[in-house]
């Protein structure tokens, strides 16, 4: 089984409404910890380091013995605020900083993590416009890949599925479609998603 691609964060109120308003921050938990769970008992998981997200990986492949099996990326432009989750796993992919340029910076993380594929899906779970961009990279890049907004997680997995559905609806069996906006029980449904 090729390597499994995640893309997911907790909105920050902070930002814009858009992706707060939707967010279901206890599904996006879940729906992380579930996937991890799925994923590493068969493959690699490979991600950009969130420092809501990065902690939840850890504590599911510090527990399935499986820390061997995760790639995190990591732009050395937040070397100094990567928390001590990040630093914790064996595969860790630090990206150069493009000047002092931020949006560089992550431009280049996630064109590097992405060339890591064929992956065999993508997963985008709540997030804001990280998560957007990386669907964006990665349909673009991995055409015929199948790509999923879990849209029952809100934010920026909502509005992707609401945007893409028509993209995705050929990965999904009949009444899936559904699914991905309404289902909160996520390991069966990620193992059926991934055909195990």
Do not use: C
């Not at 732009?75 to 560089?104: G, K």
Request: glycine share 6%; no cysteine; proline share 7%.
């Amino acid at each position: 089984m090729r390597p499994v691609f995640l893309s997911a964060s907790i909105p920050d109120p902070r930002r814009h409404p858009r992706y707060i308003d939707t967010a279901d921050e206890i599904a996006i938990r879940e729906s992380v910890s579930a996937l991890a769970t799925v994923v590493l008992h068969h493959t690699t998981l490979v991600f950009g380091g969130h420092p809501a997200i990065s902690p939840l990986v850890r504590l599911i492949a510090h527990g399935l013995d499986a820390m061997d099996k995760v790639r995190i990326f990591q732009s050395r432009f937040f070397e100094s605020v990567v928390p001590r989750d990040s630093r914790e796993f064996t595969d860790l992919v630090w990206t150069p900083a493009v000047s002092n340029d931020r949006d560089a910076s992550l431009r280049l993380m996630r064109d590097l993590m992405l060339n890591e594929g064929p992956f065999e899906a993508a997963f985008f779970i709540g997030g804001m416009e990280g998560v957007e961009d990386e669907f964006d990279l990665f349909s673009r890049r991995w055409t015929g890949t199948p790509a999923f907004p879990i849209a029952s997680t809100g934010a920026a997995a909502r509005i992707l599925f609401d945007r893409y559905r028509d993209n995705i609806l050929p990965y999904l069996s009949r009444g899936w479609e559904n699914r991905l906006r309404e289902e909160f029980v996520y390991r069966p449904f990620f193992e059926e998603l991934l055909h195990l």
